[in-house]
């Protein structure tokens, strides 16, 4: 059974920083995408970052673009987001998903559909 766990939330201003890391255990396969979503209060949950953990190969939606960096880790699915410049719209829980295949569509996210998911950690950002 894939189990993901997040953590690295929290609570900064305006301008500040956070990174977030997801460690996918029981993954089946040598390789596959891991994803971070968000979803803020009374709002759908959207596709932030997304990344092939062997080609490396990053997506980012445009509202992130510059500011959040998405990597692997050393260990077999583990990915990191490093969320820059963070902005009050940024506010949300963040999930992390994992996936055998992702990239992006008209602009979103995905891939992560049929995937595995975190329980979230909490990110606030005030002004």
């Known amino acids: 059974q894939v189990q993901l766990v997040e953590s690295g939330g929290g609570s900064v201003q305006a301008g500040g920083s956070l990174r977030l890391s997801c460690t996918a255990s029981g993954w089946m396969y040598s390789s596959g995408c891991m994803g971070w979503f968000r979803q803020a209060l009374g709002k759908e949950r959207e596709g932030v970052a997304a990344i092939h953990t062997v080609g490396k190969v990053p997506y980012y939606i445009d509202s992130v673009k510059g500011r959040f960096t998405i990597s692997p880790g050393n260990a077999k699915m583990t990915v990191y987001l490093q969320m820059n410049a963070l902005k009050p719209e940024d506010t949300g829980m963040y999930y992390c998903?994992?996936?055998?295949?992702?990239?992006?569509?008209?602009?979103?996210?995905?891939?992560?559909?049929?995937?595995?998911w975190g329980q979230g950690t909490q990110v606030t950002v005030s002004s």
């Open positions: 998903a994992a996936s055998l295949s992702c990239g992006l569509a008209a602009g979103a996210i995905s891939g992560f559909a049929s995937g595995h």
